[in-house]
C-alpha cells in the first residue's frame, strides 16, 4: 500500500511540475502569470508540507491539481486569451472569453471538498445542516476575499490590472465571479458528498 501512495504522490508532484515548467515557458506577461500561478504554489507547498501529518484525500489530492492546472493555464495565456475559449466564444457567440468562469468556479468547488474534510477530520462543527452551510460559506467568503485582492492589485498595478482582473469590459465581472463560485460549492456538495464521505471513512479506519 505505501509504494501505491508514494507512487501517486510522485505522479501528482511530477504533473504540477510539468504543467507549471509549460506555463513558465513564454507566458503573455510575466507579472500576471506570477500573480495567477501563486496560489498554485502555495497549494504545492502546503500539499508536501501537511502530506505525512495531515493527508488528504485521494478525491481532494486529485481535485487541488485540477484546480492548479486551471490557475497555471491561465496564468501563461491571461484568463481573457486562453485559446480554446477563444474558439468556444466563436462557435458559441459568446461575448466574452469565459475561461475565467471555469477558474471561479473551481474556486468554489475545490475549496469546498477542502474545507468540508477539515471541519469533518477536525470535529469544528455538529450536525449535517452545519456542515453543508459552512462548506458552501467558506468558498465564497474566500471568493469574496480574492475579488479584493484582485482590487488592490488593480489599484496598485495599472500595468497588470486589466490582463489580472479579466473583466473584459463586463461591469457586473465581480459579482459574476462569486456567483459562480457559489454554484461551484453548491455543485461539489450535491456530486461528491458521498464520494467524499467513502474516502474520509477509509482515512479514518488507517488512523
Request: proline content about 4%.
Amino acid at each position: 500500500m505505501l509504494p501505491n501512495i508514494q507512487l501517486k504522490h510522485s505522479l501528482w508532484l511530477l504533473t504540477f511540475g510539468l504543467v507549471f515548467i509549460w506555463s513558465a515557458i513564454a507566458p503573455k506577461d510575466l507579472f500576471t502569470w506570477f500573480l495567477e500561478v501563486l496560489p498554485a504554489i502555495i497549494a504545492l507547498v502546503l500539499v508536501i508540507t501537511t502530506r505525512k501529518a495531515f493527508p488528504l484525500t485521494p478525491l481532494l489530492y486529485l481535485l487541488i491539481l485540477i484546480h492548479c492546472i486551471i490557475l497555471m493555464v491561465g496564468g501563461h495565456y491571461t484568463y481573457a486569451e486562453v485559446p480554446l475559449f477563444d474558439w468556444l466564444k466563436e462557435a458559441m457567440a459568446w461575448e466574452r472569453n469565459n475561461y475565467d468562469k471555469v477558474g471561479h468556479f473551481a474556486q468554489g468547488f475545490v475549496p469546498a471538498i477542502l474545507a468540508r474534510e477539515i471541519l469533518i477530520r477536525k470535529q469544528v462543527v455538529n450536525g449535517r445542516a452545519w456542515l453543508n452551510l459552512f462548506v458552501i460559506s467558506i468558498p465564497l467568503a474566500f471568493s469574496a476575499f480574492y475579488e479584493l485582492l484582485e482590487w488592490w492589485v488593480a489599484l496598485l498595478s495599472e500595468q497588470a490590472a486589466e490582463a489580472f482582473l479579466g473583466t473584459q469590459g463586463y461591469v457586473w465581472d465581480t459579482q459574476s465571479d462569486m456567483g459562480w463560485a457559489l454554484l461551484g460549492a453548491i455543485t461539489a456538495v450535491l456530486l461528491l458528498t458521498r464520494k467524499h464521505d467513502q474516502e474520509l471513512e477509509t482515512i479514518k479506519a488507517k488512523q
